[in-house]
């Protein structure tokens, strides 16, 4: 065991690392730490200084959660809050600009929460940590921004829903208790109780320290003889309840009653090139009818590299997919899919038909990436996949009915939803 693998599983534990520490053994594998010192934060939102000063002051302020009122958080649980804690504003590196707003100058840093997390996708792999870990610090990353809006915009039962779906709320509680508590600004308590209202609504919503969300929702939700008439309700439902098509989940049965009858499967591959797509459907999808936007390229344009007639194509690929799933065929979309506008134009083709909808994302290192790259048949470029990895959006749960994440060679790293074909 290597002394970042115990320096990780000492996080489990009692270890209560500084930033600089942290820099220390992390900044290697995630380079933007270096760069939060030079990282300018507005002085009435962040008085306290710098991304590195707050990033500090935010760790102390969760070992203090630790020590009283979050006492009850240990073992992997504790390495993901500090973790998260260490990498929330991990893409304010990258995203901080100046911009006026009601006539002053502010700093601000959009969508560094999304931004942040999409990082994290290419790069947390690296380190020896479980992919429990993984997949919850990278949630919390992207999400730490959304307890307090939820309560600000009066959101209802659905948006509480589709946030626990994508992430812990008690650790997205406690994660910005700390991150509040690690800043100087004139608003805190209201911020504090902001919080505390999220942690309210989360209780009265039966959301709170729920383990696995979904699973409590459908436990007496199984109605269906037929296991893949179940597998389709169970998707719809909690996809229809989470979007506030319906309110209450026994509303699906009816709802869906004819569709779940006969139904397509939708694949929608999510990796950047070298992720390992197209030999990972070979493998586990066959039969499916595929539509490849890179074999469309190579039969208009006559070579897959080839960026021409890009609307034609696409048109080609979207008029392939609705005769697919017209005809309620398994059919699986097949390209890089890097951007969640992207995938959400072929999810909403695939509800207009009725189809059950599971995102396959690929999750590899950015090192096993290059490797791969490589090593295939039709080598990318690699100022491309430079490119590919920087705009890389990582998709939600919520985003299908089912999800699938994939590491390297094809290793199934997990899956939420309802599997029964695989």
């Not at 409590?216 to 229809?240: D, E, R």
Request: aromatic share 8%; glycine share 6%.
């Amino acid at each position: 065991m290597d002394q970042t693998q115990l320096w990780l599983n000492s996080l489990m534990d009692d270890l209560t690392p500084s930033f600089a520490e942290c820099t220390r053994v992390l900044g290697r594998f995630l380079p933007l730490l270096y760069e939060f010192e030079k990282t300018e934060q507005d002085e009435q939102w962040h008085g306290e200084g710098n991304v590195a000063i707050h990033t500090d002051m935010v760790l102390n302020a969760l070992y203090q959660l630790f020590d009283n009122r979050a006492a009850h958080i240990t073992g992997q649980q504790r390495q993901i809050l500090i973790l998260a804690a260490l990498l929330h504003d991990i893409a304010k590196p990258i995203t901080t600009k100046r911009k006026e707003i009601s006539g002053v100058e502010r700093v601000v840093a959009p969508r560094h929460e999304e931004i942040g997390a999409s990082y994290l996708a290419t790069r947390l792999g690296q380190l020896p940590l479980s992919q429990n870990c993984i997949g919850q610090v990278i949630a919390l990353v992207g999400y730490h921004q959304v307890p307090k809006l939820l309560v600000v915009k009066n959101a209802d039962y659905a948006a509480y829903l589709h946030l626990a779906l994508n992430a812990d709320m008690a650790l997205l509680y406690w994660l910005e208790v700390a991150d509040m508590q690690g800043r100087v600004c004139p608003d805190l308590p209201q911020q504090l109780e902001l919080l505390e209202l999220f942690r309210m609504f989360a209780k009265e919503y039966g959301l709170w320290e729920q383990g696995n969300v979904e699973q409590a929702l459908l436990a007496q939700f199984q109605v269906k003889k037929n296991p893949l008439q179940q597998m389709y309700l169970n998707g719809y439902a909690i996809s229809q309840l989470a979007n506030g098509q319906i309110s209450m989940i026994e509303e699906a049965i009816a709802k869906n009653y004819l569709p779940c009858q006969h139904y397509a499967h939708l694949y929608v591959m999510c990796g950047v090139s070298g992720s390992g797509k197209s030999t990972w459907i070979d493998k586990h999808l066959s039969g499916y009818e595929i539509v490849s936007l890179d074999e469309i390229r190579t039969e208009l344009n006559g070579k897959r590299s080839c960026q021409k007639n890009q609307g034609r194509i696409m048109q080609t690929a979207k008029s392939r997919l609705k005769a697919a799933l017209g005809k309620k065929h398994n059919v699986v979309w097949d390209a890089t899919n890097i951007r969640q506008d992207f995938r959400e134009m072929i999810c909403q083709l695939g509800l207009q038909y009725g189809a059950l909808i599971t995102i396959v994302a690929f999750q590899l290192s950015e090192t096993a990436l290059r490797t791969n790259n490589r090593n295939r048949r039709h080598v990318v470029p690699d100022e491309v996949l430079t490119s590919q990895i920087a705009r890389f959006q990582w998709p939600a749960r919520t985003e299908g009915h089912r999800m699938l994440v994939i590491g390297d060679q094809g290793i199934e790293l997990s899956r939420a939803g309802c599997f029964r074909e695989l």
